[in-house]
Nanobody, 122 residues
């Protein structure tokens, strides 16, 4: 079992920055993939970014490439999502997820956090 707790979401103006955190506990083994997804009201949950726990391999959705950066800190058992140049379209509930393969679909992840709200508005 893996437990995930997200934090860092809040209201921010367009063009601003935020850093989301996801603290993992439990069986955080080296073969885990850690991902961020987001879900806006009335829309499906969509892939944002993923990183392998051990090797640091990363991937991003086209909509966030160049603006968002995913990283992990072994010592703190934490995965981060640095979000820059935020747009109103980034408004969503952001979820941290953990699984045993690199995939871009929610069904590929066995463990989920409760989510943290990001609102981009002036």
């Amino acid at each position: 079992q893996v437990q995930l707790v997200e934090s860092g979401g809040r209201l921010v103006q367009p063009g601003g920055s935020l850093r989301l955190s996801c603290v993992a506990s439990g069986r955080t083994t080296g073969n885990l993939a850690m991902a961020w997804f987001r879900q806006a009201p009335g829309k499906d949950r969509e892939f944002v970014s993923v990183i392998t726990w051990s090797g640091g391999r990363t991937s991003y959705a086209d909509s966030v490439e160049g603006r968002f950066t995913i990283s992990r800190d072994y010592a703190k058992n934490t995965v981060y999502l640095q979000m820059n140049n935020l747009e109103p379209e980034d408004t969503a509930l952001y979820y941290c997820a953990a699984g045993y393969q690199i995939t871009f679909v929610p069904a590929g992840y066995a463990y989920w956090g409760q989510g943290t709200q990001v609102t981009v508005s002036s």
